[in-house]
C-alpha cells in the first residue's frame, strides 16, 4: 500500500565528472537488465509513494512515474548542495526519502528504506567494503528524516558547507553530513547511531570500473580476491 504522507526525493543534478559520459550516456541512464537505475528506481519507489519528484537539469529526467524538479545550483555548497537545492520538497507533514539518482537499488533495499519504522533522521548506507560488488569503500544510498529533524538537518548541511569552505575537510557529502549529525570528527570515517547497514547488490556507480566490475560479478565471471 502507497503511503500518501511520504515523499521520495531522487536526486540527479550532479555532474557526474568520474564516470566521463562513459557507455555514452550519463551514468543515472546506465541499463541494468533493460531498464535505466534512475527509471528502476522511480519505478521501485513509486510502490511505496505517490509522490516521487526527480532533481534533474534537463528534460531527460523526466521519468514516468514521477515529477521533474530542475534545482538551481549554488556552486558554493560543494557536494552538499545535491541535498541543499531541492530543499523546497522536503516534506513539512510527513516523511522525507532522499534516494541517490545514480544507485542501483536491489528490491530489498527499497524495501527496507521504505517501510523503516523508527521515526527518526537515518541514513542508508554501506559502511566498508561490499561483499557482493567488488566495491572496496563504503557508500551512500538514501536518508530520511520527518519534519522535526529538518531544522538539524539543515543545520549540519550549513555546518559541513562552512567547515569545506574554511578549508577544514575536503569534501562536504552525504558521509560529511552524518557525520555532523552523528556530532563525530567530520574528517574520520567513522558511526555511530541512525545508521542501516545495506550490503547487497545495492551500489553507487562512482565511475566506469565500479561498473564494469560490478556487471562482471554479478554475471558470475569475475572472483572476488
Same mark, same amino acid.
Request: glycine share 8%; proline share 3%.
Given at each position: ?24 550516456? +550519463? ?22 509513494? !505517490? ?19 530542475? /534545482? ?11 541535498? $541543499? *537545492? !531541492?530543499?523546497?520538497?522536503? *516534506? ?8 541517490? @539518482? ?26 566498508? /567494503? ?5 566495491? +572496496? ?9 520527518? /519534519? ?18 574554511? @578549508? ?17 570528527? $567530520? ?5 555511530? @547511531? ?13 565511475? /566506469? ?7 562482471? $560479478? +554479478?554475471?558470475?565471471?569475475? $572472483?572476488?580476491?
Amino acid at each position: 500500500m502507497k503511503n500518501d504522507s511520504m515523499v521520495c526525493i531522487v536526486i540527479a543534478a550532479g555532474e557526474g565528472t568520474r564516470w566521463n559520459n562513459y557507455l555514452g550516456k +550519463r551514468k543515472h541512464f546506465i541499463e541494468i537488465d533493460g531498464e535505466t537505475i534512475i527509471t528502476r528506481t522511480v519505478r521501485l519507489a513509486g510502490q511505496f509513494s !505517490s509522490k516521487v519528484y526527480v532533481v534533474g537539469s534537463s528534460d531527460d529526467f523526466r521519468i514516468n512515474g514521477s515529477t521533474l524538479f530542475r /534545482p538551481e545550483l549554488n556552486p558554493l555548497d560543494n557536494d552538499a548542495d545535491k541535498f $541543499l *537545492n !531541492s530543499a523546497s520538497l522536503w *516534506n513539512q507533514e510527513g516523511r522525507t526519502v532522499v534516494l541517490y @539518482g545514480d544507485v542501483y537499488f536491489s528490491d530489498d533495499a527499497m524495501q527496507r528504506i521504505m517501510e523503516f519504522q523508527p521515526r527518526e533522521w537515518t541514513l542508508f548506507a554501506r559502511f566498508g /567494503p561490499s561483499k557482493l560488488t567488488g566495491k +572496496r569503500y563504503g557508500e551512500c544510498f538514501a536518508q530520511s528524516f520527518y /519534519p522535526e529533524h529538518i531544522v538539524e538537518h539543515l543545520a549540519q548541511l550549513r555546518n559541513i558547507v562552512s567547515a569545506r569552505l574554511k @578549508g577544514k575537510i575536503k569534501r562536504c557529502g552525504g558521509w560529511e553530513h552524518y557525520r555532523s549529525m552523528e556530532r563525530l570528527p $567530520l574528517e574520520k570515517h567513522q558511526r555511530k @547511531g541512525r545508521f542501516v547497514e545495506i550490503d547487497d547488490w545495492t551500489e553507487d556507480f562512482d565511475q /566506469p570500473s565500479d561498473y564494469d566490475c560490478w556487471i562482471a $560479478l +554479478r554475471n558470475g565471471r569475475v $572472483l572476488i580476491a
